[in-house]
């Protein structure tokens, strides 16, 4: 059995976890390649216009894997926690990858709801426990057999299968924790350091010259890393001499600080590497600058981005949003980042620094 996964939205966030858990029930695993302009073309063919950009790249990868693999693995994942959640293209990605691309081979699509309602507590009413709830995890681990179960009716592999690609999850999260970012942190979890180096860009103190400024990246992972949609946006940032820092290089409990500091509960999942990254490198006075990369036509970053802009000037701290869609140009992209480069360069003289 081969299984599809598609190089675009969650894989930047789960990738060795999937990788394992399918592998270690005997089926292969191929991953779609970086994008391209030949994959976003195949998906903006398939979608409304209104799209947004992401979901147009995840299709061209579907389409890319659609001939190559048995399944393609296309979770929908509606929550992760209690009280928060994803958008409604996460949580209805399978029904938009059927509706769009029939053809494609058969789907492993499971729901994934951590925040569902305990049964009523003494009042009658549902619990509101901030925990997840026992029926939550029942449902998962149910979820998860149903999952395994299209390779083997051993329960005990299934469980097995399931620990291993949770510790794969673990040593990942440590990787990024180390300074690296996801596409760097896969590449080191599979063994090749020199995986992809060209798209990456080496850190500036790797290339012998002291970083001239720090700035943080902040924003979905599937906007930060993909290179082609973004333009090499990290590679052009190390390019400038600057030492990039991102969301996944801070710990969750950081991130989730950062969140509350800002904007008290989070209800988006995405909350974290937007707000949750702004507030926790708006604490560190070695973080020169933000850019924050968000989706044209985004309904949780329009309200996100509006925070992060706030928080960043009420600190009095250089802030730059970047709207990318489809028809973002690369010129004016450079542009912008030279510009913001040059400003935090006579800002630092202007303070002495
Ligand atoms: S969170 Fe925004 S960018 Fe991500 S899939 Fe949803 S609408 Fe698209």
């Known amino acids: 059995m081969k299984v599809g996964i598609p190089r675009a939205l969650l894989y930047y966030q789960y990738y060795p976890m999937w990788k394992t858990f399918f592998e270690e029930l005997g089926a292969s695993v191929l991953v779609s390649g970086l994008t391209t302009?030949?994959?976003?073309?195949?998906?903006?063919?398939?979608?409304?216009?209104?799209?947004?950009?992401?979901?147009?790249?995840?299709?061209?990868?579907?389409?890319?894997?659609?001939?190559?693999?048995?399944?393609?693995?296309?979770?929908?994942?509606?929550?992760?926690?209690?009280?928060?959640?994803?958008?409604?293209?996460?949580?209805?990605?399978?029904d938009l990858v059927r509706a769009v691309i029939p053809e494609a081979p058969p789907l492993l699509s499971p729901d994934i709801d951590l925040d569902q309602k305990s049964s009523k507590d003494k009042h009658g009413y549902p619990s509101?426990?901030?925990?997840?709830?026992?029926?939550?995890?029942?449902?998962?681990?149910?979820?998860?057999?149903?999952?395994?179960?299209?390779?083997?009716?051993?329960?005990?592999r299934i469980k097995a299968a399931a620990k291993e690609a949770w510790q794969a999850y673990q040593d990942y999260l440590r990787l990024m924790q180390t300074g690296l970012t996801p596409p760097e942190a896969i590449a080191r979890w599979e063994g090749d350091d020199t995986h992809h180096p060209s798209a990456i860009g080496h850190p500036p103190s790797a290339i012998g010259h002291p970083p001239s400024h720090t700035i943080a990246l902040i924003g979905?992972?599937?906007?930060?890393?993909?290179?082609?949609?973004?333009?090499?946006?990290?590679?052009?940032?190390?390019?400038l001499g600057v030492r990039v820092v991102t969301p996944e290089m801070a710990t969750p409990e950081e991130l989730r600080q950062g969140v509350l500091d800002l904007a008290g509960q989070p209800y988006w999942a995405y909350e974290d590497a937007m707000v949750g990254a702004l507030g926790h490198y708006l604490r560190d006075d070695g973080v020169d600058g933000f850019i924050a990369v968000a989706s044209f036509g985004c309904g949780p970053d329009s309200t996100l981005l509006d925070v992060a802009q706030r928080a960043a000037r009420e600190a009095s701290r250089p802030f730059m949003s970047l709207i990318i869609d489809e028809h973002t140009g690369e010129a004016g992209l450079v542009t912008r980042l030279e510009a913001f480069v040059d400003m935090l360069t006579r800002r630092k003289k202007m303070q002495g620094r």
């Not at 997840?132 to 995890?137: E, I, P, T």
């Open 128 to 156: 509101s426990s901030p925990d997840v709830s026992f029926k939550a995890r029942r449902v998962f681990y149910q979820t998860i057999y149903q999952l395994g179960s299209h390779f083997t009716h051993n329960p005990l």
């Open 220 to 239: 979905h992972p599937y906007n930060l890393y993909d290179t082609y949609i973004t333009h090499n946006l990290l590679t052009r940032l190390r390019g």
């Open 37 to 94: 302009k030949a994959t976003l073309a195949a998906g903006v063919e398939r979608l409304m216009a209104e799209t947004c950009l992401p979901v147009k790249v995840y299709c061209g990868h579907v389409l890319e894997l659609k001939s190559q693999v048995d399944y393609v693995f296309v979770p929908a994942v509606r929550s992760l926690e209690p009280k928060v959640f994803n958008c409604s293209h996460l949580l209805g990605l399978p």
